[in-house]
């Protein structure tokens, strides 16, 4: 990776906690891990939308009751959110339409138990805050913020995510930031490469925030699952959501969200 810049792009108000976003169409889609709602946010028009994800969503959830959407994709015409499975009420995945604006939900319990026993990841270390769908296979990104740092990418396929698919994962030693093992927060596919964020938070549990130590950007190639690069971009910021901005021959530019953790209903869109 050569030279790299990072900017404050604009300021959202409404929006807590943000975990994951989609740039699409001159808009943003993005959801808050205290939140029951899917965000559109219409970048000239500052116009901003909220569409409910489960039955009576408010902005901020308290933390036992939460669903914890923590990772977000998309496929045509089709947004994937993706609790965390932290805690029994986080195994929820929801289906909405860019289209006709219709939900549908997905119990994710028994996927997520065969990739805990699979990836060899104790159920307080297991934590989903990436995914990525390329209508095909599905990727997900465990965080590795529990004692055992298991940061584990799942690659699935099959008919669904219910009784019908198959399951391989790769595990990654991150680097440390000021001593701590950074960990994912959120990836991206472009082209034949996966680009992830990770961030050192200095905490050993999946449920309780901790310091935020900084934060970093890499890359995986999806051929060799081998990771290229790894490059700190902030000594300070908890980045959790990532999506391609602009890709030329020249650079590749990728905006970025922020969750800081708080009721604060403001976010903060980096590029």
């Not at 930031?177 to 990836?187: L, P, Y």
Request: net charge negative.
């Amino acid at each position: 990776m050569e030279k790299f810049t990072l900017e404050l792009l604009f300021q959202i108000i409404g929006i807590g906690s943000a975990s994951g976003l989609i740039y699409k169409d001159n808009s943003l889609l993005i959801i808050g891990d205290n939140s029951g709602f899917l965000y559109e946010y219409q970048i000239d028009s500052k116009e901003l939308k909220r569409h409910a994800l489960i039955e009576n969503p408010s902005e901020n959830i308290l933390k036992k009751d939460k669903p914890d959407f923590e990772a977000l994709t998309h496929f045509e015409d089709n947004v994937y959110v993706f609790g965390s499975g932290s805690t029994e009420k986080r195994n929820k995945m929801v289906q909405f339409n860019t289209q006709n604006k219709s939900t549908s939900s997905t119990d994710l319990t028994d996927l997520y138990a065969v990739m805990q026993s699979f990836g060899e990841i104790k159920p307080e270390d297991f934590n989903i805050e990436g995914a990525i769908y390329n209508g095909k296979e599905w990727f997900l990104l465990n965080r590795g913020n529990g004692k055992s740092n298991n940061n584990t990418l799942f690659t699935i396929v099959g008919k669904n995510l219910t009784n019908e698919f198959q399951i391989l994962s790769n595990h990654y030693k991150l680097p440390k930031i000021k001593g701590v093992r950074s960990s994912f927060t959120d990836a991206i596919l472009v082209d034949n490469n996966i680009y992830f964020l990770a961030t050192a938070e200095d905490t050993e549990s999946t449920y309780d925030d901790g310091e935020v130590l900084g934060s970093l950007i890499g890359r995986i190639n999806i051929e060799t699952m081998k990771i290229d690069f790894t490059k700190k971009i902030s000594d300070s910021h908890k980045f959790e959501g990532l999506t391609l901005f602009k890709n030329t021959n020249e650079k590749i530019e990728f905006l970025l969200c922020e969750d800081k953790d708080s009721d604060v209903l403001e976010t903060a869109i980096y590029k």
